[in-house]
T-cell receptor, first 116, second 112 residues
Framework: GAVVSQHPSRVICKSGTSVKIECRSL??????MFWYRQFPKQSLMLMAT?????????EQGVEKDKFLINHASLTLSTLTVTSAHPEDSSFYIC????????????FGPGTRLTVL | GNSVTQMEGPVTLSEEAFLTINCTYT??????LFWYVQYPGEGLQLLLK?????DKGSNKGFEATYRKETTSFHLEKGSVQVSDSAVYFC???????????FGGGTRLMVKP
């Protein structure tokens, strides 16, 4: 089946630094990818929809200048958490919809971000 | 707007017990319905889906039937295993859109 990968799987950084998370669709092209944030024992919160070749669409309450999204190709989207603070510590999950095949939304394995 | 409501967990069962996790939804039109499973420390995996009324999705012994009259998509399994311990998310997507709407998730714990 289709696979979505994320890198890194875990990252620990100091407060004030920026962290980039990559999301790749490995065997299908994704014009649209999604970035979610998940707090412990809670559901997924959609942060933004990433569109290849255009600006991302952010959900209400998500700071676009803090969470920079770039979808430069049909298989890669990146999320950069700028000037990270401890409250940004969370599990970040990306997903991509395979519209050309099974029309299923596949999820990456997630990235655990810890900001000290 | 769209919404998904799941039974709150945790649900604790003994191995080989019968499982039901309730899911109801509110949506306009005819959404597609999904169950995703999240194992500890991992992302979500699609478990099963149904795209129209009366469809039954099934996978790995799990089943769910799209019931439009009751706006439900309850997840069932006849005999759970310890390895089924995970968090289960019900979700819907309107056919006109890209976005998934998730329920709150239900943690299942299966004891030997």
């Amino acid at each position: 089946g289709a696979v979505v990968s994320q890198h890194p799987s875990r990252v620990i950084c100091k407060s004030g630094t920026s962290v980039k998370i990559e999301c790749r669709s490995l065997d299908f092209q994704a014009t649209t990818m999604f970035w979610y944030r998940q707090f412990p024992k809670q559901s997924l919160m959609l942060m933004a929809t990433s569109n290849e070749g255009s600006k991302a669409t952010y959900e209400q309450g998500v700071e676009k200048d803090k969470f920079l999204i770039n979808h430069a190709s049909l298989t890669l989207s990146t999320l950069t958490v700028t000037s990270a603070h401890p409250e940004d510590s969370s599990f970040y999950i990306c997903s991509a919809r395979d519209t050309g095949g099974t029309d299923t939304q596949y999820f990456g394995p997630g990235t655990r971000l810890t900001v000290l | 707007g769209n919404s998904v409501t799941q039974m709150e967990g945790p649900v604790t069962l003994s191995e080989e017990a019968f499982l039901t996790i309730n899911c109801t939804y509110t949506a306009t039109g005819y959404p597609s319905l999904f169950w995703y499973v999240q194992y500890p420390g991992e992302g979500l995996q699609l478990l099963l889906k149904a795209t129209k009324a009366d469809d039954k999705g099934s996978n790995k012994g799990f089943e769910a039937t799209y019931r439009k009259e009751t706006t439900s998509f309850h997840l069932e399994k006849g005999s759970v295993q310890v390895s089924d311990s995970a968090v289960y998310f019900c979700a819907l997507r309107n056919n006109a859109g890209n976005m998934l709407t998730f329920g709150g998730g239900t943690r299942l714990m299966v004891k030997p």
